[in-house]
C-alpha cells in the first residue's frame, strides 16, 4: 500500500512511487480552481473529483449546458439514470473547466476531437484539442473522477472495486500471468487486485490511444501491490478513494 500524505491544498502525495512522475493529486471541488504548476514532459498534473457535488470548480452543474458542447450534452441526455447524467456531467464539466485554465481560454470555447486509431486509422483514438499540443485524460467510475493533463500521450484510470461475478466474467479475458496471481489469491484479495489491474491496463491503453480494441490481454500490467515494467510507458498506482484503485500511464520517448 501507497502512504499518503494531506498536501497543503488538499490534494494528496505518495512520498515513494509517484516521486517521479507527480507531486501532488490535486482535489477539485465547489471552489474555483486555481491553476498550479503547468504539465512537464517529466511531471504530469493529475485532479480527482467527487461526481456527485452540485458545484464543480464554481460552475453549477445544473448550468452545464452552457459550457458542453453538442456531443457532450446529448451523451448526457442518454442516460435514464438523474444520478448517471450528473456524475457524467460534473466530470466532463470539471475536465473543460481544467483545460480551460491550463491554456487560458473559456471553458465553453475549447473544441474535443479524437486522434485516429492506431488500430484501424478511424478517429476514435486519444481525445485531443485539435491544433494544440496538450494530451490530456478523463475516467470517471462510480461517484469519482480523475483527470490527468500532460505534455506527452497520457492515460489515466480509475476502477470501483469489481464485484465477485465481474471478477469471474473477466478472469479468462486477462493475461494469462495475471489470471494466475489472482486464482492463486484469497476470494477476499480478489477484488482489490483486479481493480488494480483494471486500472493499470486501462491508463496504459488510453496513453496507447487503442483502448480496448485488441482485448484485455494486453500489457501485462501485473495484480500484485507494484505495477509491472510496460515496454514504452512509465506506469504508476495513484492514491485512491477507499474500495477504489487508479494508475497513471505516459508515453516514454521513442
Request: charged fraction near 15%; include cysteine.
Amino acid at each position: 500500500m501507497h502512504r499518503i500524505q494531506q498536501s497543503p491544498n488538499g490534494g494528496a502525495c505518495d512520498s515513494t512511487t509517484l516521486k517521479r512522475v507527480i507531486e501532488y493529486v490535486h482535489q477539485l471541488g465547489a471552489a474555483p480552481a486555481v491553476a498550479g504548476p503547468a504539465p512537464t514532459t517529466a511531471t504530469p498534473v493529475v485532479w480527482a473529483l467527487n461526481t456527485t457535488i452540485d458545484v464543480v470548480g464554481g460552475h453549477p452543474v445544473a448550468d452545464a449546458d452552457s459550457v458542453l458542447d453538442g456531443e457532450e450534452r446529448e451523451r448526457a441526455a442518454r442516460f435514464h439514470h438523474p444520478g448517471l447524467a450528473h456524475r457524467y456531467v460534473a466530470s466532463h464539466l470539471a475536465l473543460r473547466i481544467l483545460l480551460g485554465i491550463h491554456l487560458d481560454r473559456a471553458p465553453r470555447t475549447i473544441r474535443l476531437g479524437r486522434e485516429d486509431c492506431p488500430c484501424c486509422g478511424a478517429p476514435h483514438g486519444r481525445p485531443n484539442i485539435p491544433g494544440n499540443p496538450l494530451h490530456f485524460s478523463l475516467s470517471h467510475s462510480g461517484d469519482h473522477a480523475y483527470i490527468a493533463l500532460a505534455t506527452t500521450p497520457v492515460g489515466v484510470d480509475i476502477e470501483e472495486h469489481p464485484t465477485p461475478q465481474t471478477i469471474t466474467d473477466v478472469l479468462h479475458l486477462l493475461h494469462p500471468t495475471e489470471t494466475q496471481e489472482l486464482t492463486a489469491l484469497p476470494a477476499e484479495r480478489r477484488t482489490t487486485a483486479l481493480a488494480r489491474c483494471w486500472a493499470r491496463k486501462e491508463a496504459c491503453l488510453k496513453a496507447a490511444g487503442t483502448g480496448l480494441a485488441n482485448g484485455l490481454a494486453d500489457p501485462y500490467v501485473s495484480t500484485l501491490p507494484r505495477p509491472s515494467a510496460v515496454p514504452g510507458h512509465y506506469l504508476t498506482d495513484l492514491p485512491a478513494p477507499a474500495d477504489y484503485a487508479a494508475a497513471l500511464a505516459t508515453l516514454l520517448p521513442a
